[in-house]
């Protein structure tokens, strides 16, 4: 019996993009009637519940990363540059998982408090008296662009076009024939990394570069120049949209739930704990896929060889097998362990810094504009594989 048979009236698609306005009702009645659903029009499997997704998770060696983990990635077999340990599997993903590991610690990530204060400041001082600004375009954006920017030493004057670049790259023009982003070494970063190497400073590019590690053979050597520029690429893909997508989830969620807004700004030692919960409920980066190298079994049921598995993190999420209450957003929630972030050996490089940006963001929006409302005739739904928020989060501050 295929997991499907019986539930033909259950039905997920990642390219529909009326199903990612939201996606919660039918992830329930995955979690509840189909906890290993099957979709015969993009031949995928998903996990959807919380202890599902994250055992799964933990299973690295049946869950595999290195042949993508975006979906349309996998289908379309694309060459995975080396460097990029998102997609890539043990022992290659711990060799260089752990050199960029040392350079990109909690510690170096705090250090950065003021500058992301500064870069929020600069951002949001120009609406100070107007109608309103956009969460994503005005804020989340040029936050997440900028921080990264600065950690890599990318010029200011650049750091605009490499954002775009990433943001574009991401979205997905046609659901019924999704085209793989550009995950290849791309010239913008071959000049940077040139120009870095006879120009060494105390960034993370000259850090990356000069890092000595013991590779999966058990030499010790530096990064190759192509996988250091696949690394940085990987940091500027995952870091800038993330992020930008946190802040407007941060500004809809607020928008929506005055009181809580009204909280946060009389008591901004809340906004960590807000931040979570915006993690929690409306997770950035929902969906994360696997390849199957051999037979698997879920729920009584054999995943083949070759397949494609989704691990709905943002399922997960909401999963009322692990959260009371789940679809009730509330800034006191003690959150505890949630998926936002992935879960294992993937966990989210970038979680202390997202966090940092994601704090920094609100506390700075709030004490200058301590009321909002979404203005949703402006508002505009991002279409991204993988990526789940808006691209426009239009807010009037009057
Ligand atoms: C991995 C989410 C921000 C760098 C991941 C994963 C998730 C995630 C779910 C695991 C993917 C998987 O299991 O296949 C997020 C969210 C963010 C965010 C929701 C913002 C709200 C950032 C930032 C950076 C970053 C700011 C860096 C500047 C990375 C890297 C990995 C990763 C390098 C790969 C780790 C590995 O494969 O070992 N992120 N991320 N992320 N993230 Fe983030």
Redesign the pocket.
Known sequence: MSPTSHLDDVYYDPYDFSIDADPYPVWRRMRDEAPLYYNEKHDFYALSRFEDVERA?TEWGTFL?GRG?LLEIIKANVPIPSGN????DPPV?HAH?GV?ARV?TPKKMNALESKVREFCGRSLDPFVGTAGFDFIGDLGTHM?MR??GY?LGIPEEDQEAIGSLFDDNLRIEDPDNPRPPDIGIDGAFVDYIEWRSEHPSDDLMTELMNAEFEDETGAVRTLTRDEVIAYIN??AG??NE??A??VGWAGKLLGEHADQRRELAADRSLIPNAVEEV?RYE???PV?ARYIERDVEQHGQKIPAGSVVL?L?GSANRDERRFPDPDRFDIHRSVGRH?????????????A??RL??RVALDEVLQRFPDWEVDWDNAVQARTSTVRGWEKMPVLIG
């Open positions: 998770l990363s983990t340990i998102l997609f890539e993903h998982r960029m990109f997440a921080t990264i950690l990987l940091l995952a870091g993330t992020t997508r946190l993690l997770a950035p980066s994360q691990l993190n998926l936002g972030f992935g879960y294992g050996i993937h966990h989210c490089l970038g979680a810094l997202a940006e994601g």
